[in-house]
């Protein structure tokens, strides 16, 4: 009898012992989740672009071949968006100096001062802001044949699609293209009338700040 409680005993105070040594059961941490971005697109915004145009046509009669056409772009943007998670609905106005010519057998085309305003929808997915734009546009062009030239500011259209991203709350970088187009005017030139209008594309690179 004395030896069955001493076995007791000795097995209790093991077991105990080795219980003691086991670490505590602990919940597992929960899995991490980014912080929810506060970040919104309302507001007005401004800023500036530089980018290059291309693929340019004047789109002249009388056998003046001036489709090749060229050259920098630069200039200034301003809007206003409003977002309805995740849709922005937004109007932005713009003013550019271009440069953007073709030369051939005496005839250069210009396209010079021009500017757009374009309403436009993207889709926020926080920092990131994808878009399409589309709207009125307006621009200088200029038909010089033999040193006589003219020039007349066109109306026409505009549409493209661009991407967004915040830097900062109150900074974003974009980068866009745009297409072009105007109806064809006359420009009185040496030899007579020659009807023409400008189309092309361009891209465009800018930086926004948001008020």
Do not use: C
Not at 179 to 185: A, E, H, L, R
Not at 187 to 204: E, L, P, Q, T
């Amino acid at each position: 009898m004395k030896k069955l409680l001493l076995a007791t005993a000795l097995t209790l105070i093991t077991g105990s012992a080795f219980a003691a040594d086991i670490p505590p059961y602990q919940e597992p941490a929960p899995a991490y989740q980014a912080p929810a971005s506060n970040v919104t697109w309302t507001g007005f915004y401004a800023g500036i672009n530089l980018g290059y145009g291309f693929s340019g046509d004047f789109d002249a009669d009388r056998g003046v071949r001036l489709n090749e056409a060229s050259g920098f772009t630069g200039g200034v943007q301003a809007g206003y968006n409003m977002q309805y998670d995740p849709i922005v609905i937004g109007l932005e106005g713009s003013l550019n100096y271009a440069d953007i010519t073709d030369k051939y057998d005496g005839h250069k085309g210009t396209y010079g001062f021009n500017g757009s305003i374009t309403p436009r929808i993207g889709y926020a997915m926080g920092d990131f802001l994808p878009y399409i734009k589309a709207g009125l546009a307006f621009g200088d062009v200029e038909i010089n044949r033999f040193g006589a030239k003219d020039s007349q500011w066109q109306v026409g259209w505009t549409a493209g699609f661009g991407a967004e991203y915040r830097v900062t709350p109150e900074v974003s970088v974009r980068a866009e293209y745009n297409y072009t187009s105007y109806g064809k005017d006359d420009f009185d030139i040496r030899s007579g009338i020659v009807k023409a209008g400008y189309s092309g594309s361009d891209i465009k690179l800018g930086v926004n700040y948001h008020f």
